[in-house]
């Protein structure tokens, strides 16, 4: 089940949430308790395989094959 990271509009709270494949169900803001939460893009690292540098970065030996 992937994580999907939301942020509340009414609050500005980011959070995340578990959800199903295929579940469209809106999330409530787990601090304010608003249903006013957008899905928010996630940002995702990736190892270029050299001990101690990792990000999300796309060079040479990054794990999209880049």
Known sequence: ???????CKACGKKFEE?????????EK??????AKT???LSVFACSSGEAG????SC?????CGN
């Open 53 to 56: 540098k990792s990000g999300p």
């Open 29 to 34: 803001c787990p601090g304010c308790g608003s």
């Open 1 to 7: 089940m992937p994580i999907f990271e939301y942020v």
């Open 59 to 63: 060079g040479s030996g990054c794990c």
């Open 18 to 26: 578990l959800k199903s494949r295929g579940s469209e169900s809106k």
């Open 38 to 40: 957008e899905r928010s």
